[in-house]
Structures are given as C-alpha cells and as structure tokens.
C-alpha cells in the first residue's frame, strides 16, 4: 500500500496562464488506453441507508449488491445506475466476522476504511476508470511516478483491477475486461457487466422504476492545497493533456476565488478538473474551507450529465425536503434578464422561463452551451456536493461516422462561477452563525 503523504520530485512543467490566454491542443499522449469513467465509490457508515438516499434523490436505481446475502462478510457494497452513470456505496462489517477472500473489493481495507471516516466523513474513495489493460495501466502509472495502491488483482471473468494514489484519499481505480470486454448490458448479470462477486437486486427492492433522466458522468472535481504539484504528478503517470485553466481572475468574487485546471484523456470522456484555494482574499476561499473540513485534498463534486435537465431537476425538486438533495439558493431575477442577451439564440422563452423557474445557470463557449445546477453539501461537513449539467452543441461524427457530442461542450460555467461563488458565500454565512449566549 503506498501512502498519499509520500511526495514527488520532479520538474515544474505545468504552468497556469488563465483562460483568455489557454490554447486548448490535444496531443493524443495518453500513455495507455483509456476508455470512460466506469463508477465512482463512495465509503460511508452505512451503504444501506446512503445508497438508498441517492437513489431516491437522484432517480438511480439499486441494481446491484455484494453483501452478507451474497457471501459477503468483509463489506456491504450497493451498485446504483442510470445510463451509464454508476455510483457505488460501501461500509464494513465487523472485521472480526469476516473472511478476506469473500471481498467483492478486494483493495477495501478496514484501517484504511476507518482513518478515511474519521477525517472525511462520507466521500468518494475510488474514480474507477475502463482501461484496455489495468495491469499495465498500473505498471506504466507506477513507472512514471504514480504512487501506487493496490497491485494488480484478478478478480475472474478476465477483469483486472488495480489502483494508484489520485490525491488526498482517493485513488484512481483501473478496470479492465480482458479478451472478454464488457457487455454494457444491464440486463445480463452484474458479472458480466460490473464486477464479478456482485449479484442482481430483486426489483421490488431497489426503486427500479426511478429514472430522472441522469445518463453518465460528465467530470469529477478535486480540491487540493497546490494545483500545480497535482496536476504535474497525474500528468506525468497518466500522459493526460490540459483541457481548460482558469485564475481567480476568471471566476473569483470580490470577497474570495480560486484557481482550477482540467486534464482529459485522448478521447476527452474522462474529465478530472481540480482546484486550489487563493489566499489573501476578503473571505477564506471555498477551496480552503473545503480542505480543512475534509481534512486535506478530495473530491468536492461530481457532474452528472442529463439528458433533459428540466425533466431531472423537476424530479429532484420533488423530493428535496422528502429524503432527496436540495439546491444552492438560484441567483437573482437581473441574471435571467440577462441571460436572454446570452443564450436566446440557443434556449427558446419557454426554455430559459423554466431554466429561471428551476434556478438553472446558463453558460456559453464558442463551441456550445452549459446548463448547470448545484447541490448543498450532501452530509454534514461542508465539502461534496452533486452538479447537474446538460451540454447543448458541438455534435460531431467519429470515425465509423456515428454522432457523438464533443467533450466539455459548452465549458465549465467560467461566466457562472461568480455568481455561483456569491451563493456559497452567503450560504457559508449562515453556516457561521454563532449560538446565542
């Protein structure tokens, strides 16, 4: 097991210009073969009642299990999906009832689990990645500087599974299929499809009929105390290119800002932004705030792309007080008004009335067009939260002359972050209120 604290020489490669200056290139230099995000796992205290919390508030249903039901005496682990979106929940049982070889996760380590709670809280362990080959993903990550984390593992079926030190707590899971390659079918066994030693959950028991519209996993953010130290390492293990930079000078407030850069893969359907806090501003950065909460670097959101943002968020208004997620406070009427001036030629009245009905931000690159919404914090700390997007634009065919829509269509929200910020600082305000004496 390689820790997170051990540290890299190297040289300073990566520097950040801001986004007027950035010139988008990719030079195809992944150093092996990336397919798309596969899941993302989450550790929590209890994998029973936080997976079905999510499923509720995000309308994915519980497809798949590997429990004490399915011989599994190590940790309970409950896979949610839609689309091709996949989230999946874990927590242990007792160590002193279990067999180590009945894991479905074999990487899952009890003091790894505890230490992980006790300084994070529920947060997200694992951004499992399809690879073509996860044992020599692995080798070539470690060769380049990764630290790693779990040795390749065979786990039946030709899957392969490996993991290196992402930053922080959270490691970067390689899958891989083998000769066999992944049906993607979700009505054939999760074996077949996920992992094996995970069975399929009977559909009166996982709110099978849920479907909010969520289709796939769009980016994952990082926090972390130094940008450039960051994304130099998985640079180099990864070969990952910059996709997009922004400064404080692009999407900071007058009270607080923060810098950010993204890294994509060859085919830029894996996006892994990630942010370091600015200092000396009026207010703490949220970046700050974040990684002291969390008690260093981690993931700070996940964008789940919709295929109807109205039709999702509409759903998971619903059931915001009802068990589900609620929202950032939506910015004021003047943005609306001014939004028309943006976006009328993409979005028609009924469209941006309902985008202002729904409290969706609307942003626009020369390429397409972002609709976005956030989510509070999803536990007690104020650290991870859910983003909900839609890209409208930038359609395109591959090779083989099937229709795809081009990666980051529409960018990040750069002309959203201000006014995001001055929601999450007035949101912040009121989570620093002190008790009356």
């Known amino acids: 097991m390689g820790t997170h604290s051990e540290t890299q020489s190297m040289t300073s490669e990566f520097k950040l210009v801001g ?14 073969s990336v397919n798309r995000f596969h899941h993302v796992e989450f550790w929590c205290g209890d994998a029973t009642n936080v997976s079905r919390r999510f499923s509720w508030g995000l309308g994915m249903p519980t497809v798949a ?30 160590p002193s009832l279990s067999s180590p070889t009945s894991a479905a996760i074999p990487t899952f380590d009890f003091s790894l689990f505890t230490s992980f709670l006790t300084s994070h809280g529920i947060g997200v362990r694992a951004i499992a990645v399809e690879v073509e080959d996860a044992d020599a993903a692995f080798q070539i990550s470690v060769s380049n500087g990764a630290i790693p984390s779990s040795a390749p593992i065979r786990l039946g079926n030709g899957v392969v599974l490996s993991e290196v030190c992402l930053y922080g707590d959270v490691v970067l899971r390689y899958i891989s299929y083998g000769s066999e390659k992944r049906n993607s079918d979700v009505t054939k ?28 996993l769009d980016h994952a953010v990082g926090n972390v105390p130094d940008l450039v130290k960051a994304i130099e390492y998985v640079k180099k293990f990864t070969g990952f290119h910059e996709f997009a930079e922004f400064t404080a000078d692009d999407v900071g407030t007058s009270e607080s800002g923060l810098n950010s850069a993204v890294l994509a893969n060859n085919e830029e359907t894996v996006l892994i932004p990630m942010n370091e806090p600015v200092y000396g501003t009026k207010r703490k950065s949220q970046i700050q705030t974040y990684l002291e909460h969390n008690e260093g670097a981690g993931v700070q959101h996940l964008a789940l792309m919709s295929e109807d943002i109205f039709w999702t968020l509409r759903e998971m208004r619903k059931r915001s007080g009802l068990g589900g997620f609620e929202f950032m406070p939506s910015p004021p009427p003047t943005y609306y008004r001014n939004m028309r001036n943006r976006v009328g030629d993409v979005l028609n009245e009924d469209q941006m009335k309902e ?17 976005q919404i956030f989510t509070k914090h999803i536990g007690d700390r104020p650290t991870m939260f859910i983003e ?17 829509q081009k990666g980051g269509c529409g960018g990040f929200g750069k002309g959203n972050f201000s006014e995001l910020f001055k929601s999450i600082e007035e949101y912040e305000k009121t989570l620093e209120r002190k008790p009356a004496a």
């Open 189 to 216: 066994a999760p074996s077949e499809w996920f992992l094996p030693g995970f069975e399929k959950i009977p559909e009166e028991s996982s709110f099978q009929g849920l479907d909010f519209g969520l289709r796939r």
């Open 355 to 371: 985008c202002e009905e729904l409290g969706i931000l609307v942003d626009k690159d020369d390429q397409g067009t972002l609709l």
């Open 388 to 404: 909900i997007i839609q890209r409208i634009g930038c359609m395109t065919r591959n090779e083989e002359g099937k229709l795809y």
């Open 19 to 32: 986004h007027s200056n950035f010139v988008r290139v990719n030079p195809m230099s992944d150093r092996f």
């Open 65 to 94: 299990k590997s429990d004490l039901s399915t011989g599994n005496s190590v940790h309970a682990s409950y896979l949610l999906r839609s689309g091709d979106l996949c989230f999946l929940f874990t927590s242990p049982y007792s």
